[in-house]
């Protein structure tokens, strides 16, 4: 205890020092704490922003082998699917039955390759919310033909509300084929994925896919939160396998569901339709990989930056034992132990990194709040990150006791040459040494 | 009396030899066998036992985008339905390449080192030909004659075809079809969409006999939504030398590669 006081005092004596150190440990904390709790959130933003692009937390397709051993995506009857889904007792708030075209979007010379998106939009009301307008109404897709393109497409087509544009694209079969949009409105550009910002009628995409217009291509299954897709999933996929044939999810340690089904895709053969199950959590491993790799890559920095705040704290601990000498050597000649002398040194670095490291959390705190306030909008690039416009943290609190145990142990091992330093030094000789 | 009988033999004579014209004439004149003008374009550019290697160069240009070139190699198998076409050039896609074994269309993709099913009905990489542009004509077998008629394509005599597709497995459901009327070639066709809009117009400019087979050396393809949109395919070094069997198979096709 009194060595707890001793070590405090000694902290206090030099205030402006001891607030420059702890400065640098706090702003070490505050960097590596804003970076864990941006992909803290960051994956939860981007599955619930993909989970409205897509519309839908899991997804079923048929798959059907052309007589050249294509794949044709085409779900003919959900009948079974819908008992699946009903048999299975998952809680859902929407099922969404979408057809897409990819083709290329062609306007006075200028083309553009583009994924369309057929919904039915009487039916789909709720994800006309979700699609921001910059010009137009959702009403102009009164007109069958109807077509909305963000506008990043629409400056670089050129088109206005009420341009006819033509589309190149093929059938279903992959037969060559054009069909006709009007611009019915312009989205706002959604940045990271704007290849999938096309907005059609469902009927017109499936004429131009020639299929009927009581089939469809997907269909999606939005969950009450991103956090039950597993749940349901795994509720789901033996309904769906009692009824029909289905892609195996099964995968090596180091491979995603989606890619093992590809991969069972291209390498069986079947007659007839079968069908995958995929989800929003398929996809979201490639960003849990993005995020793996960006913590990482602030570890790295973070130790970089501590390894300057190091020198830093040893060179300091350094002058304060040269600044010490003399008081050192008295108080080894009153009897205290070389043990304690380096635990007086330890002690005072241990405070200095709490005393850094609380500052460091309050500020990233602080920052936080802030930046939470701060509308980015929803036509920046940002987007996908954002959580309706608002950029979101979220820090796991094992994250917050590993970066404390690290930075302690850093600046300890920074001082514990100085300490070891100081409590070898002979009494005699500290006592005679002039500064 | 002789002269009666020479008369009644020539009469006879002069109503068999029209007989005969209309038994013969009259059906390859008849929408029906008109088919076999197909037949003919098919049989004349398939070199059935023979193995085939070209070199095509595929020359894409679209507006406002830079001028593409893209070369490829191809070999060729009527016997056996085995096609391998490699692209030699730009040096970004060499060493890709479609193979058909069977049914199946494949391309493989040296960068991922794997095989993925393709479509005869697909663009060969940004252009406007496809792959079916460039593999043997099997146009008796996908097309049926809907109508026809004769008729001058500059100065050269044609049958003007109209034909519509009989499976999905052609990337055009619709076709007219200029044909020189001997030897039997396409000298021009107009592609249509499944939406009945006409997509693509395409023009032989030059044959070339190879063996005893004719192809076209120079390919016009010109986008018809698209304004200013076209391709060139021109067809150099044709062979009819036998190739090794391993020629058509997936080994080969990656250890070119290597």
């Known amino acids: 205890m009194k060595l707890v006081k001793l070590a405090l005092r000694n902290l206090l004596r030099q205030k402006r020092r001891s607030i420059l150190l702890g400065s640098a440990i706090a702003f070490g904390i505050l960097f590596i704490t804003l970076i864990n709790s941006f992909t803290g959130s960051f994956i939860e933003n981007v599955g619930e922003n993909f989970s409205h692009l897509m519309a839908g937390h899991i997804f079923i397709d048929g798959v059907e082998k052309s007589p050249s051993g294509k794949d044709l995506y085409l779900i003919r009857d959900d009948k079974l699917i819908m008992e699946a889904i009903e048999s299975s007792g998952i809680e859902y708030e929407f099922l969404t039955k979408r057809s897409e075209i990819r083709g290329t979007i062609l306007f006075e010379g200028n083309g553009i390759n583009q994924s369309i998106i057929g919904a039915d939009w009487e039916k789909e009301s709720y994800f006309k919310d979700r699609i921001i307008l910059e010009d137009g109404s959702f009403d102009n897709l009164s007109d069958p033909r109807g077509i909305i393109v963000s506008s990043k497409i629409a400056d670089r087509l050129n088109v206005q509300l009420g341009d006819h544009v033509i589309v190149k694209m093929q059938t279903y079969t992959g037969q060559q084929t054009a069909g006709d949009f009007t611009i019915a409105a312009v989205s706002i550009d959604t940045g990271l994925f704007g290849s999938i910002s096309c907005y059609a009628n469902i009927e017109y995409v499936n004429e131009l896919l020639n299929i009927d217009s009581d089939k469809y291509l997907t269909l999606g299954i939005y969950l009450p939160d991103l956090i039950d897709t597993d749940m349901a999933t795994n509720l789901l996929l033996p309904e769906l396998q009692d009824r029909m044939s289905l892609f195996s999810r099964e995968t090596n340690e180091d491979e995603n569901p989606f890619m093992a089904i590809l991969e069972q895709q291209e390498t069986e053969e079947w007659i007839g339709v079968k069908y995958r199950l995929t989800t929003i959590n398929d996809v979201l491993s490639e960003v849990e990989e993005i995020v793996r790799i960006l913590n990482i890559a602030g570890l790295i920095i973070m130790l970089v930056l501590f390894a300057i705040i190091m020198v830093g704290i040893t060179n300091t601990f350094r002058m304060v034992m040269f600044e010490r000498i003399q008081e050192i050597g008295t108080m080894r000649a009153v009897g205290m132990h070389r043990s304690e002398v380096r635990a007086l040194f330890l002690f005072e670095a241990f405070f200095l990194a709490l005393g850094g490291i609380i500052a460091g959390y309050i500020l990233s705190g602080i920052t936080m709040f802030i930046i939470s306030q701060v509308y980015w909008g929803v036509d920046t690039p940002l987007f996908m990150l954002l959580k309706n416009g608002y950029m979101t943290f979220k820090l796991a609190p094992l994250q917050v006791l590993l970066n404390f145990v690290i930075v302690t142990i850093l600046t300890l091992l920074a001082a514990f040459r100085p300490a070891d330093k100081a409590a070898k030094l002979e009494p005699g000789l500290a006592l005679s040494t002039e500064k | ?258």
């Not at chain 2, 398939?46 to 190699?73: A, H």
């Not at chain 2, 191809?74 to 030699?88: A, N, Q």
């Not at chain 2, 009327?181 to 997509?199: F, N, V, W």
């Not at chain 2, 030398?241 to 020629?247: F, I, R």
């Open chain 2, 1 to 258: 009396m002789q002269n009666s009988f020479t008369f009644l033999h020539i009469k006879k004579a002069v109503f068999f030899i029209t007989l005969i014209f209309s038994l013969v004439l009259l059906p390859a004149l008849s929408p029906d066998n008109y088919g076999q003008i197909l037949q003919d374009i098919d049989n004349l550019q398939n070199f059935g036992d023979n193995d085939f290697t070209t070199i095509y160069t595929i020359v894409s240009e679209k507006p406002g985008e830079e001028r593409e070139v893209l070369e490829v190699r191809l070999f060729r198998r009527d016997v056996g339905d085995l096609f391998l076409m490699i692209i030699i050039s730009p040096e970004v896609q060499k060493g890709q390449g479609f193979l058909q074994l069977e049914d199946n269309l494949w391309f493989y993709d040296p960068e991922s080192r794997k095989f993925e099913h393709s479509s005869a009905k697909e663009n060969i990489q940004n252009s406007d030909a496809k792959n079916n542009d460039l593999m043997v004509q099997t146009m008796a077998d996908d097309y049926d004659v809907v109508s026809h008629e004769e008729g001058v394509l500059g100065n050269v005599p044609v049958y003007i075809l109209k034909l519509e597709a009989k499976n999905d497995e052609v990337p055009y459901p619709e076709m007219k079809l200029w044909v020189r009327q001997t030897p039997t070639l396409p000298m021009k066709s107009d592609e249509y969409g499944y939406s009945g809009r006409l997509m693509r117009s395409s023009a032989y400019l030059n044959y070339v006999k190879v063996g005893e087979k004719y192809l076209p050396t120079r390919i016009l393809m010109v986008d018809m939504l698209n304004v200013g949109e076209k391709t060139q395919i021109t067809m150099t070094n044709p062979s009819i030398g036998a190739l090794p069997d391993y020629v058509f198979t997936k080994a080969y096709l990656e250890k070119v590669n290597k």
